[in-house]
């Protein structure tokens, strides 16, 4: 595959099947895509300040060379804007504008964008179309595919949502050329989440090419975006509402989450909390007899090797435990774990409440990490 070229990967879903085109320039391609999937009239562009500083005067000169009425929403940036606020905010953007059912979003952003965006998409007039413009790592691999949409709640994290499918997702990997360093290492967290749920060759390829993504190097970055949305892609096919299958793209939130939660969406950001939780959830699976020790080395070697954290903030069992508690995971009080059993596998299995403590009290105490 030619590292500038373009290629696409398509999500097979019957009638709200969509592809995903990876390309230099897509960004200017924002306007001909909505004309092409049938939409007219209105299409509000969501952004944060720091993106709409760079990105959305381009974004919407193209949406209005194709004839559409361009309506710029920008928020503030971060973690903190992803609430009920937030949503209502574009809401009320919608509604003063006169939005129709053939009226659509676009989101221009990282994942926090959208989400707050294909939300709103999905609960104006019960469901108006969007469309993914992903500008940072994580969004690319993972949050922009695959029609999770929602906003946090204090208590936890992505508790409000629904399911509402993008019509089309547009990722130009030089958008990743303007991220922070951190924005950067914090996306490789959920690429080599790929390779530990489901592909080994794939964990193996960002053994070997890491220090070349941490330079970002055209060719290894579009095969890191391509594969992680090939993996996506077909797990979201196989469960689109993630009744079990797709559960094992949460893999490493569930102390991820409560990782972030904990700090307030504050000391970390979404990716160094996943790569602790992997790490975590790797020893974890440990103690529990799911894997070897081998399997934690490894993971913790690449989590390093990228940049990312690994080891667990200061923080008592029960307030952890009780972060826990809030993740979508749960079921009847049950939190239920992905669980790796090797490198590229992994398995869903609940987790008891004085397993985990005795896992946690061994961490601290030097039996574990």
Known sequence: MDPIGECRVRVSLAERSYDIRIARGTLREVGTT?????????????????????????????????????????????????????????????????????????????????????????????????????????????????????????????????????????????????LPKREWVSGLAEVIKYGMIADEPFFAYLEKHMEALLRME?????????????????????????????????????????????????????????AIGMVQEADLARHLGFCGQEVVDRLRGLVRAAGLPDAMPKASFSALWNAMQHDKKVAGGTVHGVWPERVGQVRIAPLARDACRQWFAGRRSGSGR
């Open 218 to 274: 055209p060719e290894p970055v579009v095969q890191i975006i391509k594969r992680s949305c090939e993996i996506k892609a077909q797990v979201v096919a196989e469960d689109e509402r993630e009744s079990d299958r797709r559960r094992v793209l949460n893999y490493g939130h569930t102390i991820g989450h409560a990782l972030e939660a904990l700090g307030g969406y504050r000391s970390l950001i979404h990716g160094e909390a996943v």
């Open 34 to 178: 909505l004309s092409r999937i049938g939409l007219s009239g209105n299409v509000g562009i969501v952004t944060d300040r720091h993106v709409a500083e760079r990105y959305l005067s381009r974004v919407m000169k193209s949406v209005k060379a194709a004839g559409f009425r361009a309506v710029p929403i920008v928020l503030p940036a971060g973690e903190r804007s992803k609430t009920l606020r937030s949503a209502s905010k574009i809401l009320d953007e919608l509604i003063r504008a006169r939005f129709e059912r053939r009226s659509a979003l676009v989101a221009l952003g990282g994942g926090v964008i959208g989400d707050l965006t294909g939300f709103a998409a999905a609960i104006y007039l019960r469901g108006i179309p969007f469309i993914q413009v992903p500008t940072t790592l994580v969004a690319q691999v993972d949050s922009s595919v695959g029609g999770k949409t929602g906003v946090d709640h204090p208590l936890g994290k992505n508790l409000i949502g629904a399911f509402h499918q993008p019509r089309a997702v547009l990722i130009d990997p030089d958008t990743l050329r303007t």
